[in-house]
């Protein structure tokens, strides 16, 4: 069975009122945000089923997906380097465990969007 992310193209777009992510690359993103979150949730949502969530945790988690997405494709080249930091000519770089970048599981993603996502419950060690 194929993996369906939690978002489509269509909510990303409709609902969220993403144009971040270029339709080219929206399926992917969408796919590999959903996948992170995944990861970051102890893949509770694949074990509950994205329907049996509350109405909250759902909304919850779709809109932390689009914002991943974007970050994620905004942010793919340094994301995709590793990068932790950098510096030349008097310039740096840092990404990693910055004050607004959070990092887990080899999954960077804005702290604040984070920060939403364990509203839900389901980032926690321990099973609710």
Not at 75 to 84: K, P, R, V
Request: glycine share 6%.
């Amino acid at each position: 069975m194929a993996y369906i992310p939690y978002v489509t193209a269509e909510y990303y777009k409709e609902t969220y009122k993403g144009s971040t992510v270029p339709e080219e690359d929206l399926e992917r993103y969408l796919r590999q945000a959903s996948r992170h979150i995944d990861s970051l949730t102890y893949n509770r949502i694949v074990g509950r089923g994205f329907s049996s969530l509350t109405e909250f945790q759902q909304e919850v988690i779709q809109e932390v997906i689009c914002r991943q997405a974007d970050f994620e494709y905004e942010n793919a080249d340094e994301i995709s380097t590793i990068l932790s930091s950098y510096s030349l000519n008097g310039a740096s770089v840092q990404f990693g465990s910055s004050w607004n970048v959070f990092t887990d599981k080899g999954i960077a993603m804005m702290r604040d969007v984070y920060a939403l996502l364990s509203q839900t419950g389901l980032c926690c060690r321990l099973a609710r």
